[in-house]
């Protein structure tokens, strides 16, 4: 089956303590989109300006995403600047121009709407809803968010909640929403706001995946170095739904194995800039890293 994908398609800046790259394709709709890719058909909404990059339209092609729900809109494609610290843990925003992003609202062609697996990637809650209002009868609904939603838009995204089969976030944002250091009391809070599953993603250290059957804890792909992290996060979640919507069976019975695929495919966005790297990558390539992964955890 395949996956809708709705979120920013972005032009990123991204600087780390040995390297600078400007204008690279990013955006959490780009990162998700291309990781489930490997996995399901996809079909991307987002939006750019008219100085957006041919190249990066003919790599969406290349990876067979359908890009007849990406609008084109006169004016500059959102912008993001960032800086890196040598700990890749700690990033500073130096700048954000929204674009023709500020007046974004996701309208479905016909053809999407009957989308069975969703990704509501990281874009304002009120977006959120607006794409699954539009949807007809989706299967597994997976919603993405951030600590600025949790700051200026909390209530539309406790209302989303109830909306959505699995909810991410990472670990600060779960202590933020439901004011709980423990993660185990956070997760127990989050669940009572809506979601069957949740999933807490936790960078170099994983993930953890909470739902009917209990806990299961993720490792990340171990990396010997890590170039730029920036879109990991959305490529996790990108190929973990792809994998699932190839899956036969219940969502249940294929969770766990989907979130080692994500895992496996994240890790290679951080080897390079931007999708630099994930773009160049096989599904071979991914199958012999979920191997690997394998065998380090099994005992």
Same mark, same amino acid.
């Given at each position: 089956?395949?996956?809708?994908?709705?979120?920013?398609?972005?032009?990123?800046?991204?600087?780390?303590?040995?390297?600078?790259?400007?204008?690279?394709?990013?955006?959490?709709?780009?990162?998700?989109?291309?990781?489930?890719?490997?996995?399901?058909?996809?079909?991307?909404?987002?939006?750019?300006?008219?100085?957006?990059?041919?190249?990066? +339209?003919?790599?969406?092609?290349?990876?067979?995403?359908?890009?007849?729900?990406?609008?084109?809109?006169?004016?500059?494609?959102?912008?993001?600047?960032?800086?890196?610290?040598?700990?890749?843990?700690?990033?500073?925003? +130096?700048?954000?121009?929204?674009?023709?992003?500020?007046?974004?609202?996701?309208?479905?062609?016909?053809?999407?709407?009957? =989308?069975?697996?969703?990704?509501?990637?990281?874009?304002?809650?009120?977006?959120?809803?607006?794409?699954?209002?539009?949807?007809?009868?989706?299967?597994?609904?997976?919603?993405?968010?951030?600590?600025?939603?949790?700051?200026?838009?909390?209530?539309?995204?406790?209302?989303?909640?109830?909306?959505?089969?699995?909810?991410?976030?990472?670990?600060?944002?779960?202590?933020? +929403?439901?004011?709980?250091?423990?993660?185990?009391?956070?997760?127990?809070?989050?669940?009572?706001?809506?979601?069957?599953?949740?999933?807490?993603?936790?960078?170099?250290?994983?993930?953890?995946? =909470?739902?009917?059957?209990?806990?299961?804890?993720?490792?990340?792909?171990?990396?010997?170095?890590?170039?730029?992290?920036?879109?990991?996060?959305?490529?996790?979640?990108?190929?973990?739904?792809?994998?699932?919507?190839?899956?036969?069976?219940?969502?249940?019975?294929?969770?766990?194995?989907?979130?080692?695929?994500?895992?496996?495919?994240?890790?290679?966005?951080?080897?390079?800039?931007?999708?630099?790297?994930?773009?160049?990558?096989?599904?071979?390539?991914?199958?012999?890293?979920?191997?690997?992964?394998?065998?380090?955890?099994?005992?």
């Amino acid at each position: 089956m395949s996956v809708l994908v709705v979120g920013s398609t972005a032009l990123d800046s991204i600087k780390t303590p040995k390297a600078e790259n400007p204008r690279l394709l990013g955006g959490s709709a780009s990162h998700a989109a291309v990781a489930a890719s490997f996995f399901s058909p996809v079909k991307m909404i987002g939006i750019v300006g008219k100085d957006f990059p041919k190249r990066y +339209l003919d790599l969406y092609r290349k990876h067979k995403i359908d890009i007849s729900g990406l609008q084109i809109a006169e004016g500059k494609t959102f912008h993001w600047s960032g800086e890196y610290e040598a700990n890749m843990n700690n990033r500073r925003t +130096l700048s954000t121009e929204l674009g023709v992003f500020e007046n974004f609202t996701p309208h479905l062609p016909e053809g999407h709407k009957n =989308s069975r697996f969703v990704l509501l990637a990281n874009i304002a809650p009120s977006l959120q809803h607006h794409v699954l209002d539009q949807i007809k009868k989706p299967k597994f609904v997976i919603a993405d968010t951030m600590d600025l939603w949790l700051n200026i838009a909390l209530s539309d995204l406790l209302t989303l909640l109830k909306r959505v089969d699995a909810f991410v976030l990472n670990d600060s944002e779960a202590r933020q +929403l439901t004011d709980e250091e423990n993660v185990l009391k956070a997760l127990k809070k989050i669940h009572r706001l809506g979601p069957t599953y949740v999933i807490i993603k936790r960078g170099e250290y994983g993930s953890i995946l =909470s739902g009917p059957s209990g806990l299961f804890i993720a490792p990340a792909f171990p990396l010997e170095r890590v170039v730029d992290p920036t879109g990991a996060g959305d490529s996790f979640v990108g190929g973990l739904l792809g994998y699932l919507a190839a899956a036969s069976g219940p969502i249940e019975k294929n969770l766990r194995r989907a979130i080692i695929h994500g895992s496996a495919t994240a890790s290679f966005c951080c080897e390079s800039f931007g999708l630099t790297r994930t773009s160049r990558v096989t599904s071979a390539d991914i199958k012999n890293r979920v191997a690997q992964l394998e065998k380090m955890v099994r005992f």
